[in-house]
């Protein structure tokens, strides 16, 4: 799945020790353009990603899956990027042109 927003909220990296050894998340909250706004934490595991090189209000496009477990009777739903893509401001326009313009001269006709 893909959902395209901006970055909101850039969560501290979190490190811990499991039965397939060290492992590594950070999380951020993406909010949606659409017309009633959503946010989503959306969870980055290992290294495949780099989060360093985003900042808060990037827009980007997320690629994830949504897995849920069940763990002491209870469900737990995470939503894990694969893929992260910073994405152009939309709307905006590039800068003008102030490099040098030629003179016109009057009296220099093409023919």
């Given at each position: 799945?893909?959902?395209?927003?901006?970055?909101i909220?850039l969560l501290g990296?979190?490190?811990?020790q499991?039965?397939n050894g060290?492992?590594?998340?950070?999380?951020?909250?993406?909010?949606?353009g659409?017309?009633?706004?959503?946010?989503?934490?959306?969870?980055?595991?290992?290294?495949?990603?780099?989060?360093?090189?985003f900042?808060i209000?990037?827009?980007v496009?997320?690629?994830?899956?949504?897995?849920?477990r069940?763990?002491?009777?209870?469900?737990?739903?995470?939503?894990?990027?694969?893929?992260?893509?910073a994405q152009?401001?939309?709307?905006s326009?590039?800068?003008?042109?102030?490099?040098?313009?030629?003179?016109?001269?009057?009296?220099d006709?093409?023919?």
């Amino acid at each position: 799945m893909e959902v395209n927003g901006k970055i909101i909220q850039l969560l501290g990296v979190q490190t811990g020790q499991g039965k397939n050894g060290t492992w590594k998340k950070q999380e951020f909250i993406l909010e949606t353009g659409d017309q009633y706004p959503k946010k989503i934490c959306i969870a980055v595991w290992g290294d495949k990603i780099d989060m360093s090189q985003f900042r808060i209000g990037d827009p980007v496009q997320v690629s994830f899956d949504v897995e849920s477990r069940e763990y002491n009777g209870r469900w737990y739903t995470d939503v894990k990027a694969w893929k992260v893509v910073a994405q152009g401001q939309a709307g905006s326009e590039p800068p003008p042109y102030n490099g040098p313009i030629d003179p016109v001269h009057e009296d220099d006709l093409p023919f």
